[in-house]
């Protein structure tokens, strides 16, 4: 057919007569999927430019239509029903929408309203003049005339452009009906075939639709946030440099990564809204997609070795690491697989290959998931058991996120799935247009956002990480004293050292000789640390016993420590 040999002509034209104006550009042509497009507008507010909805038609284009833009509170309007003329528009098959001879022998519409869509009788307090609706008549045949550009002429325009200025936030709809010229049975019968693209135009400049620009402003913040947090954790980890723990290395990483994921996520649309040239596109849409795969498997990585508790409570993982480490790239590869399938191909039309995509993906998913619970259980319940309150209010806390993450998940799931439960209804476009790109994305980002951050303030660089690591609390009651005293020789063959009269030799932070870490019970219930030199061990043993009446001047080791920074002094 004529016009399809000319449409990459077409196109060409469109490119250079109205995509430097950088809008959102949909095709619409004589089929019937493509006689009628939507997207939303947003009203000129303070100093932006004015929105309008521009089509034009291709050259090959012939024929006569009826074509009409309206926002889609005033649909209602459209049409008349024969039978009851006064009756709104409810989508109904028998509702006549565009005047032709037999709408006029009907008295539908008059014979000015020839080949325009119909406009039903108004109520009282309704005028013409306050819907959002403008129609007319388009003969292709005809030559535009560059001077008569204005929609309030009436006159036709030939293949355009023809403009609609908005005045009102809401979703618009450009709908172009072909009309037959001449009776079917006859030779000379013109049937319309036609194809355009429509501009729509918004307050802002650029390619992308309206209920998707939000997005470019969204990742912009959330770049900004995570750029933030990572000075932040820089700043920490320079000033404690020195008790950095391995797993503070891998948050580390991870803070790197999501902010190169993240800005090369902010850059995709903006490039898309800026530019939108197809190949390019595309080609970071892909990259997007790697990326977003990776910082999946690297998140859940790093919550099952926090969860197992790497260096907090385990030195090293063992063969445990290889093992997590496998699991994260196969859920890396099949993450891959599954965002670049989606992205090939379409949902509808996926059919047996969605399976294939989703199954390996959700296993290993799964098997994350169950992981993670399972270690940040038994971790817990091993410090609890130890009397290790401190490691045990961080998993605690830990694990507190994680639950509120599943809460706000399970909330968000029935408030989506209450909002798209009507998708296949007429009403459901128009009525999310606005928020719907934050249901399908941008809450689950803001949410990680959220979870992560807690995450890394609670293993954030701090003086006494190196005290914390591998060391446990002492007791605090006599009852635990003497069940850890109990446990003492089991741990010291474990650790295959020596204890030295209750004594660890400890570093001094200025650069002097060790001093030996003192473990003392000091009266019937209280147990403290003491630092000092080796000749005042003997005067601070004296001061003991003549405080407490020298009822008990034991020494017995409460703790095993392999730190090397000295502890804080309790009183």
């Not at 969204?218 to 000033?239: E, K, P, Q, S």
Request: glycine content about 8%; some cysteine; charged content about 20%.
């Amino acid at each position: 057919m004529k016009t399809t040999s000319s449409l990459p002509l077409f196109i060409l034209l469109l490119w250079s007569s109205i995509s430097l104006s950088n809008a959102y550009q949909v095709l619409i042509s004589d089929t019937d999927d493509l006689r009628q497009v939507c997207s939303g507008m947003w009203q000129k507010f303070a100093k932006s430019r004015d929105p309008y909805i521009e089509i034009i038609f291709g050259p090959a284009s012939s024929g006569q239509l009826a074509l009409v833009v309206y926002e889609w509170q005033d649909a209602k309007w459209l049409g008349i029903n024969p039978s009851n003329k006064q009756a709104e528009n409810s989508w109904q098959e028998d509702r006549v929408y565009v005047c032709t001879l037999d709408a006029i022998a009907q008295s539908l519409c008059t014979k000015a309203e020839l080949g325009e869509f119909i406009i039903s009788p108004l109520p009282s307090g309704v005028t013409r003049e306050s819907l959002n609706i403008w129609t007319q008549r388009v003969k292709l045949e005809a030559k535009p005339n560059p001077g008569d550009l204005s929609l309030d002429t009436g006159k036709q325009m030939g293949s355009g452009p023809y403009r609609y200025n908005v005045t009102k936030t809401g979703y618009y709809c450009v709908g172009a009906v072909p009309l037959t010229v001449g009776l079917p049975t006859t030779s000379n019968t013109t049937y319309s075939t036609y194809t355009g693209v429509v501009a729509f135009e918004n307050v802002f400049k650029g390619n992308l639709p309206a209920g998707e620009y939000p997005k470019v402003a969204f990742y912009g913040f959330v770049t900004i946030i995570y750029v933030m947090v990572g000075i932040l954790w820089g700043y920490n980890c320079y000033r404690h440099r020195t008790e950095i723990l391995p797993v503070q290395h891998y948050i580390s990483g991870s803070i790197l990564f999501l902010i190169v994921e993240l800005t090369t996520v902010f850059g995709y649309y903006k490039y898309l809204n800026d530019f939108g040239n197809p190949s390019m596109t595309r080609a970071l849409l892909v990259l997007v997609s790697i990326l977003s795969a990776a910082r999946n498997a690297l998140s859940f990585f790093m919550l099952l070795i926090v969860s197992l508790g790497y260096s907090i409570v385990k030195d090293s993982l063992g063969s445990v690491m290889l093992r997590i480490r496998l699991l994260a790239i196969a859920h890396f590869i099949f993450g891959v697989v599954y965002a670049i399938g989606m992205a090939i191909f379409p949902f509808e039309t996926a059919g047996l290959w969605i399976f294939f995509m989703v199954f390996p993906l959700a296993f290993t998913l799964t098997g994350f998931m169950m992981w993670i619970m399972a270690a940040l259980a038994h971790t817990i319940q091993d410090l609890e058991s130890r009397k290790q309150t401190f490691k045990t209010q961080m998993f605690v806390r830990l694990h507190r996120i994680l639950i509120g993450a599943a809460i706000v998940i399970v909330i968000f799931f029935f408030v989506s799935s209450v909002s798209f439960s009507n998708r296949l209804q007429q009403d459901f476009a128009p009525d999310t247009w606005r928020t719907r790109w934050f249901l399908l994305d941008g809450w689950l980002s803001l949410l990680y956002m959220v979870c992560f951050v807690s995450i890394a303030f609670l293993w954030r660089p701090t003086e006494r990480n190196r005290y914390l690591a591998m060391s446990d609390e002492l007791a605090q009651d006599e009852e635990a004293a003497d069940e850890y005293d109990d446990q003492a020789p089991e741990r010291d063959g474990a650790l295959g050292d020596e204890d030295d009269g209750g004594k660890e030799w400890v570093p001094q932070g200025d650069g002097r000789d060790a001093v030996p870490l003192q473990l003392r019970r000091v009266g019937d219930e209280t147990v403290v640390f003491d630092i000092g030199e080796d000749d005042d061990d003997g005067e601070d043993l004296q001061k003991s016993e003549d405080q407490f009446g020298g009822n008990d001047n034991e020494h017995r080791p409460l703790r095993r420590s392999t730190s090397t920074e000295r502890p804080p002094d309790y009183h």
